[in-house]
């Protein structure tokens, strides 16, 4: 197998919505109350919802950019590339990328829809979510459905509802939903009380992966407050080693044994160490603890029920036995700061010498496949579905990175500071 | 090489002060207000130290004790395996689990010295801190120079006090000193300023490697106060991954570029992913974050002046190459809940398969003698610092676990609220 032979399925990409989105979607009495697009002071476009404005930020949306004008200005459609939000670009860009599938997360809502958790009107907000999800299955995956992999969002802030709403996407064919990483911090039940239990219940009757991204807690960690952006963005992935240390020692698998879940953009070379420390943990305390996992060990619980997701990750691959190869899976992150596009399949050629031809199609696809019941081969053969063939259908595509004249970013010491208000807008309810 | 052949130094294990270490230790105006033992309503040996009572908690000295009567109570003295808090005893100790060399970390002042930053006295608490050292170093690594690498408070207050007192004891030989994985969490200045460089810069110039341990922020990671207490254990180690991302984005390495600091008790198999992503969002973000590490990359930062240490880390020691043979380090954790003890050698050994000899040696016993300057074989030869030659010495000693008479655990939901209390009792100035 050579890099033009990978077939590349990323399970974590971003679309920015586009201002249309909900048009006609909303019941009429709601049309006019549906999130829509206003200018800011400085021109960027913001989504207003309620009395809540939310910006695009900037580094959110750099597919293209070059990186001396990242930022976290708010910022407008016209300074991003197209294929952030308008899915027949997006797709001709992850062909000239080499990908055939992507899985998107949502932009304004947050990463799990902790927007419409903060509305004062819920049935407004349930009708929010629900002509998302429509919209995200029918306009955005459904104009493409060899590639893409559908995601809804939840119903936070009511777990019989969030059944219900995963139930009737499922139906539609939509098999992953975003939930929190760390519900405890939106203000809600934590992990370990049964309140999430008719949602997850749900989700593992319907078949659907419940996908947690970095900072779907509104949460990030840092040092202090002086500490350069680079601190807090090197930890993101300590977001998922909470998220996944918190759900093997609470009780969600015992009770709900099929559940499966996926860490989305958590990397994966950490993980034989943290499940290390977890069995060590366990072992030489739960004597005093009475802390019980039904006869298995923290590993155990990870490897039947957690699915690993990396964008650049050569140590993962080296301990993918520890990690687990059968639930471990591909990203590209575009059009976010950390994407590897329009570069993905190189840099993951990279780290993928010495590793058999069967393992390299379970992380770049099969376990994608598997894992969200997905089969892009109903309908596109697997010889169109190469890095190379699909580079061949967008060699008109240009991917030069290229001003988009945004404003060009200025040494400052409140980055970190800034940063993390961005992140945690969605925490208070 | 066979187990019988390991010569062990552990760079992390923990002394229980005893009652009289302060005697005659401080200048005469001082000496009533030392530190003292005073017994708490259950019957607890407390310190008590100006208007501060501190409890010697039950969890950080079971070895010996069977797990069933771990737990977070204030515990007596004679509810403790001796060789906690009476040297002659440790050793005893430290040769019946076959090693030869023991860095103790303090208990009651925190784990570096938060208590006497909590004083209202500064001149007295400065007294304590000389009286403190001056008792670890004749006293305690003192009374068997050939088993201890002695260690050192700081003055956490004042960085030129601090530097002086590292002076002054590096004089005495002693070559470690305590300091916090995160000051910020003191209040204190962060890592991010030049604050700490008159200390560092002396710790530096002395031959003195800065020890951060695990909780010496006052601070440990959870994800909410209903998750069990292993989660907020399994994430300790978590607090060195803050640490060391905060350090190797500081300029504290540029500035001091001979500093060498340990990363106690912090594990080692997650280090080769913590470093490829500080590299990875280095280069991705530097450009608008004008982070600039001259020259290097946070990995080669990391490998020139932080040494790591483990207690049981299989994926560390399959993963030594990129963690950096040359700065592993083992460690027993006697008396605390994690430790190895007796059966450290078995332990260690099981993960030392396919590992050439030259390196066990490096991890056992020789990067530890190079790293705090101390060479145990100046008055003991080594073939006595064996593990059977040590273990001969001790065939004395009673290592089986028995009931020291605490009270048995019950099943409690409060326990992680409990230990987070325990762990943050450093925090407030």
Redesign the interface.
Known sequence: MDIEDLILISVDDHVIEPPDMFDGRLPQRYQDRAPHIVKGPDGGDLWAFEDIVTPNVGLNAVAGC??????LDPTQYAQMRPGCYDVRERVRDMSAGGVLGGLNFPTFPQFCGQLFMRAKDSDLALACVRAYNDWHIESWAGAYPDRFIALSLPVLWDPQLAADEVRRVAAKGCHAVTFSE?P?KLGLP????PHWDPFFQACAEAGVVVCMHIGSSSSM?T??V??????M???T??NS???V??LV??GIFTRIPTLQMALSEG?T??M???L???D???Q????????DLGGRL?SQVFHDHIWSCFI?????V??RD?VGIDKMMWEMDYPH??STWPHGPEALWKTLGGVPDDEINKITHRNAMRAFSWDPFATRSADRATVAALRAEATDVDISVKSMGRRK?E?SGS?TATLAAAVSQGRER
Chains 1, 2 share one sequence.
């Open positions: 070059p990186p001396d004008e990242y930022g760390n405890a934590s992990f370990h009380t960690l040092t202090s002086e500490a350069p952006p680079e601190v963005i090197s930890l992935p300590v080693m909470l998220a240390t918190d020692f609470s990397g070379g950490w034989p160490y943290i290390e420390r977890a060590y943990v366990y030489h305390h739960r004597a005093w603890t009475f802390t923290p650049d990750d050569p140590v993962g080296k301990l520890d700061s950390d970013a040494a980055l």
